[in-house]
C-alpha cells in the first residue's frame, strides 16, 4: 500500500499547481507543454544546468529526497519530501503553494487510476464507502480538466467516481469531451447509479463515450422495494432500471454491480437470474464485499454479515451468470474466506493505495491472487474464517 | 468525525397500494407434488405453492414474502406506476419473438424425389432411382434461388433435400454457384446445410462441400439390426454404409460439420439405451429422438411401424435419464430436442428451430422449393402435397415473394399458426416454450386448428414439457449444469473434468 498524500517544501513560485512529474530525459522529448512539467532530480543523478532548464520553459524542479535547493533560486523547486517513494516519475501531482501538501492525482503504473468527479448523490445508501457532501465542489472539474492532458496517453483504463458523476450536467459530457481529445486509447469505467439515465435527454448527452467507457451500474436487487431501501431513495430501482435501458439502447456497455452484505443477501440467490433474463446484454457482473467506511461503519450492525456464511450463495449467484456467458467477478472478498469453486471468479480488485494484508496472510500460498483487504478493514470487520493456506493445500 | 445521516426502515420502501397481475399461466406437474408451476407471458416460471396461488389470484399475496418477491422479479405479478417493468417485459417478448424479423431464413430445395433406400417409414413418397423426372430442372432451380434472394432476411440457409440428393448433386452445385454469385453482392450471411445418407458421396462431392462450408445431418436410426430394419437396400448393409459414410465426411469436413438424426420405430421404443449408446460410440455429441411423422409412407403403415405418443413419452423418458446419466459419468451427449425445449425455458432467447414456433415457422421462417416448381410452406407441406392436399402450397417459383404471402396457404397458416389465439394452448402453462402446427392438424385431423386437447403434437409436447420441469422441480445442481449447457451450448461446468478420468 502506497499513499497518495505526502508533504513538500516549496521554494519559489510554482506556475502551475498540477504538474507532471518526469526524468530529464523523458522530459525532454515529451509532448506535454513544458510549463506543466516538474523534473525529477534524484539525489546522486548527473550534474544539470539549471539555467538551460528554464531556458526550456520547465515548471520547476522535483526533488524528491533533496536537500537545500541551489535550483530554487532559478527554477520554483518541490523537495524534501516526507515520504519520497508516493511520487515516482510519470505521475502527475497537486502541489499546494502555501503549505507544501502533495498529492497524487495519478500515478504511473498504479493498478487502477480514478478520477474523484464530485461529492454530491441523488442516494445515501446504507453502506457508502464515500457518503456524500452537498457542497459546491466544481473546482474538482476544473483541476480534472487540467489533469486530463497530463495522463500518460498508453493508460488503459481510467475510472470515474465520486458521488454521481451525472449530477455535474453538461460538465460530464464535457470530461468525456477531453478524455477522447487527450487519451483516444484509453477506457473509461464510470461508476454512476444510472437514476439520471432514466432522462433519455440525459444519455443523449454521454454520446462522447461510445465504444470508450463502461458504466457500471449498482443494483442491490430484482425487486424495487429492497433496492431503494438500501440506496434510501423511493423510485431508484424504477429510475436505473429505465437508465440501464436507456444506455443499451444507445450501444453503451454496461457493468452490473452487486454488494453483498445483510440487507441485500435476502436476493443473492434469485439476482443473477433476474439479470440474465431482462439484461443479459450487460457485459459485466461485479459481486463485490463492502468497503468498511463512512455510512458502512455507521451502519455496521445493520449490514455486517461473516462472508464465510455467504460464500456458497455468493459463488452460486457468481456462477450462475457466468455459466450463462456473462463474465462474473467477486471483488474485495479474500479467498480464505470464499469457497474453493469461486476462486476462478475472484478478483485482485482493491485499488493498491488502499490495499492490505494481515499478518496472517504472511507465508499463505494463494497471497499472491488474493485480494487482501481494504486498510480500513478492522477488527468489527474480520471474518471468523482468515487463515493462510499451506502450499500443498493450495495447490490440490 | 462520522457522517450524521438518518436512514429510513425497509417498510417505508414497500408499494403504497397493493399490486397487479400481468398474464401468467399455470400447472400442476404430476410427480411434482404440493407446487404449482407458474409462467410468465415470456416464460419465466416459478414453483409456488397452493396456498401461493390462491392468494396471488386473490390479491392477498404477503408483501414481504419471498413468493411475492420472486413472482415480482418474474414480473407476474406488478405494483402500480411500475413503468420499468412493463419496459422490461415488452423488451422480453420483442426478443422472444424476434425470429419474425426478417421473414424467411431456411430454404429447402428438394432437388429429386429419387431414392435408392426404400425406409418402411419414409416422409417422401420416393421414386426409384433412375427416373430422372423426378429432379427439380434447372429453370426451376434457378427461379428458386431468385425467390429465395427476395426473402429479406439478412441471413439464408440454403438447405437440401431429397430423396437423396446427392442423387442430382449437379443440381446442387448449380444451386449453390448461383448462391454465391449473389450472396457477397447482397450481403447476406449464406449457411449451406444437406439431409442425406451420404452413401453416395465421393471425394469430388465433399471436396465441393468442404469448399461451401456445407453443415450435413444424416439418419442414423441406432445399432445395425435396428438400423438394417428400419431402412433397408436391397444389399442389406445400410448401418455398415452410413458408418463408413460418418467417418469419410469427418475426414473430409471435421467432425462439427456431421450430425445424425433417428427416426423412431414401434421396433426402437425397446432400446432407448441401445439407441443413445450407438450415438456414443460413434463419437455424436447430440442425438436427435424423433417420433414418427403421420406423413407419407409412414402414414400408410403405420399399423406395423406406428405407435401412440403415449408409448413414445416412456421411451423418451428413459433415453433421457440414460443421457443424463452419461452425462453425469462425463460423457458429453445431448438430446437435441431437449436442447431446443431447454433454449425457450431456460433463457430469453429464440432459436433458429422453425417447427416449434408461434407464430409458426411454416411459411414465415422457412419455404420448400419442390423438385417440380411447387413451393410450400414447410417441409411436412409438400409431403402432404404428395399425398394429394395442396393447402400449403404459397405458389410456384415463378410467383414474386409478395404473391407467396398473399397466397391462400399463407391465409390458413396465419389463421391457424399462432397458439396464443388457439383455444387450450392460449391457457397452457407450456404455451411460452411451444409452437402452432397447423400443418401436422391439418395431415392429422383435416383440420389446421385441430382439436389439441387429445392429438399427438399436444401429447407430445405436454408429456416432454412435464419429463423437462420434473428435472427443473428437483434441481440437481449436476442436472441443472447439464440442462444449462445444452441451452446455451457451452460445456457444462464440472464435468469436463471427468470425462480425462474416463478416457
Known amino acids: 500500500m502506497l499513499p497518495l498524500h505526502t508533504r513538500a517544501k516549496v521554494s519559489g513560485t510554482l506556475p502551475h499547481p498540477v504538474l507532471k512529474v518526469l526524468g530529464l530525459a523523458e522530459a525532454l522529448g515529451t509532448a506535454v507543454p513544458r510549463d506543466r512539467v516538474a523534473v525529477h532530480l534524484p539525489t546522486g543523478g548527473p550534474e544539470v544546468d539549471f539555467a538551460a532548464l528554464q531556458e526550456l520553459g520547465f515548471a520547476a524542479l522535483f526533488r524528491p529526497d533533496g536537500g537545500t535547493a541551489a535550483g530554487g533560486t532559478v527554477l520554483p523547486e518541490i523537495h524534501s519530501l516526507s515520504h519520497p517513494e508516493v511520487v515516482g516519475t510519470g505521475d502527475v501531482v497537486r502541489v499546494r503553494q502555501d503549505n507544501g501538501q502533495v498529492g497524487v492525482l495519478y500515478r504511473r503504473g498504479a493498478n487502477a487510476n480514478t478520477l474523484f468527479l464530485t461529492e454530491q448523490c441523488n442516494s445515501r445508501c446504507l453502506m457508502c464507502s464515500q457518503p456524500p457532501r452537498d457542497e459546491d465542489d466544481l473546482w474538482r472539474v476544473r483541476e480534472l480538466l487540467e489533469l486530463i492532458p497530463l495522463v500518460d496517453p498508453d493508460l488503459a483504463q481510467l475510472g470515474f467516481t465520486g458521488g454521481e458523476p451525472t449530477l455535474l450536467g453538461p460538465l460530464l459530457p464535457e470530461l468525456l469531451r477531453a478524455c477522447a481529445a487527450f487519451l483516444p486509447q484509453t477506457g473509461l469505467h464510470i461508476l454512476t447509479n444510472g437514476r439520471n439515465f432514466s432522462d433519455p435527454t440525459v444519455a443523449d448527452m454521454v454520446g462522447d463515450a461510445l465504444g470508450r467507457a463502461t458504466w457500471a451500474i449498482p443494483l442491490y436487487a430484482d425487486v424495487p422495494a429492497r433496492h431503494d431501501y438500501v440506496v434510501q431513495a423511493k423510485g431508484a430501482f424504477e ?146 474464517g482468515i487463515k493462510p493456506f499451506e502450499r500443498m493445500e493450495a495447490a490440490e | 468525525m462520522s457522517p450524521r445521516q438518518a436512514f429510513a426502515p425497509l417498510l417505508d420502501f414497500a408499494a403504497p397500494a397493493g399490486y397487479r397481475l400481468l398474464p401468467f399461466r399455470f400447472a400442476r406437474i404430476p410427480g411434482v407434488p404440493g407446487k404449482v408451476l407458474v409462467t410468465s407471458e415470456v416464460g419465466e416460471f416459478a414453483f409456488i405453492s397452493e396456498e401461493d396461488l390462491r392468494a396471488l389470484v386473490a390479491g392477498t399475496l404477503d408483501p414481504g414474502s419471498n413468493a411475492y418477491a420472486d413472482l415480482q422479479a418474474r414480473h407476474v405479478l406488478v405494483e402500480s406506476n411500475s413503468h420499468a417493468a412493463m419496459r422490461m417485459s415488452t423488451s422480453k417478448y420483442r426478443t422472444r419473438k424476434s425470429f419474425l424479423k426478417g421473414g424467411p431464413a431456411l430454404h429447402m430445395f428438394v432437388v429429386t424425389l429419387r431414392c435408392d433406400h426404400s425406409c418402411r417409414y419414409c416422409q417422401v413418397s420416393r421414386r426409384s432411382g433412375d427416373e430422372a423426372r423426378f429432379d427439380m430442372s434447372t429453370d426451376t432451380a434457378a427461379a428458386a434461388v431468385d425467390l429465395m434472394f427476395q426473402s429479406p432476411s439478412p441471413s439464408l440457409t440454403v438447405e437440401f433435400q431429397g430423396g437423396e440428393p446427392l442423387l442430382a448433386f449437379g443440381r446442387i452445385q448449380q444451386v449453390v454457384d448461383l448462391v454465391e454469385e449473389r450472396r457477397v453482392r447482397e450481403g447476406r450471411a449464406v449457411t449451406y446445410s444437406m439431409t442425406s445418407t451420404l452413401h453416395l458421396a465421393d471425394e469430388e462431392m465433399l471436396a465441393f462441400m468442404r469448399r461451401h462450408d ?78 414418427l411423422s403421420p406423413f407419407g409412407f409412414a402414414a400408410k403403415s403405420a399399423g406395423r411401424i406406428g405407435y401412440a405418443m403415449e408409448e413414445f413419452l416412456p421411451f423418451y423418458e428413459k433415453a433421457l435419464a440414460h443421457i443424463v446419466d452419461l452425462n453425469r459419468r462425463g460423457v458429453v451427449i445431448q438430446e437435441a430436442y431437449a436442447g431446443f425445449l431447454l433454449t425457450h425455458i431456460l433463457t430469453p432467447f429464440p432459436i433458429g428451430y422453425v417447427d416449434l414456433r408461434s407464430p409458426t415457422g411454416a411459411g414465415l421462417g422457412a419455404r420448400v422449393y419442390n423438385y417440380d416448381g411447387g413451393v410450400y410452406a414447410s417441409d411436412e407441406g409438400r409431403m402432404l402435397a404428395e399425398m394429394g392436399d395442396h393447402s400449403f402450397r404459397l405458389g410456384y417459383v415463378q410467383d414474386s415473394h409478395a404473391d407467396l404471402l398473399q397466397s391462400d396457404a399463407m391465409q390458413l397458416i396465419l389463421a391457424a399458426g399462432v397458439a396464443e389465439s388457439l383455444p387450450g394452448c392460449s391457457d397452457c402453462a407450456f404455451l411460452p416454450y411451444c409452437g402452432a402446427d397447423p400443418v401436422f392438424n391439418l395431415a392429422r385431423e383435416g383440420d389446421p386448428v385441430g382439436h389439441r386437447a387429445g392429438n399427438a403434437h399436444c401429447t407430445k409436447h405436454t408429456g416432454l414439457f412435464q419429463i423437462l420441469f420434473r428435472y427443473l422441480a428437483e434441481a440437481d445442481p449436476e442436472v441443472m449444469r447439464i440442462f444449462l449447457s445444452w441451452a446455451t451450448r457451452r460445456p457444462a461446468r464440472g464435468l469436463a473434468a471427468a470425462v480425462g478420468e474416463a478416457a
Open chain 2, 214 to 291: 456445407f453443415q450435413l445431418s444424416t439418419s442414423l436410426d441406432g445399432p445395425a439390426a435396428l438400423h438394417d430394419a428400419n431402412r433397408p437396400l436391397p444389399s442389406r448393409d445400410s448401418h455398415a454404409r452410413t458408418v463408413a459414410a460418418i467417418d469419410r465426411v469427418r475426414a473430409t469436413l471435421g467432425h462439427q460439420s456431421l450430425s445424425a438424426l433417428t427416426t423412431l420405430t414401434r421396433e426402437s421404443l425397446r432400446h432407448p439405451e441401445a439407441v443413445v449408446d450407438e450415438y456414443v460410440r460413434l463419437g455424436f455429441p447430440s442425438v436427435f429422438l424423433r417420433p
Open chain 1, 239 to 384: 429510475q436505473t432500471v429505465q437508465g440501464v435501458y436507456n444506455l443499451a439502447e444507445r450501444g453503451h456497455v454496461i457493468e452490473i454491480r452487486f454488494v453483498v452484505h445483510a440487507q441485500t443477501l435476502p436476493r443473492l440467490r434469485e439476482f443473477p437470474e433476474f439479470v440474465w433474463r431482462n439484461m443479459p446484454f450487460v457485459s459485466h457482473v461485479a459481486f463485490m464485499g463492502m468497503e468498511p467506511m463512512g455510512y458502512a461503519k455507521v451502519n455496521r450492525n445493520l449490514l455486517w454479515v461473516d462472508p464465510l456464511d455467504y460464500g456458497h450463495c455468493l459463488s452460486e449467484a457468481a456462477w450462475h451468470l457466468q455459466d450463462r456467458g456473462i463474465p462474473t467477478s467477486i471483488y474485495n472478498v479474500p479467498l480464505c474466506v470464499l469457497p474453493e469453486e469461486a476462486w476462478p471468479l475472484a478478483r485482485q480488485s482493491i485499488s493498491d493505495w488502499k490495499n492490505t494484508y494481515e499478518p496472517a496472510c504472511d507465508g499463505c500460498a494463494v497471497k499472491q491472487s488474493c485480494c487482501g483487504f481494504f486498510a480500513s478493514h478492522g477488527p468489527a470487520w474480520r471474518s471468523r
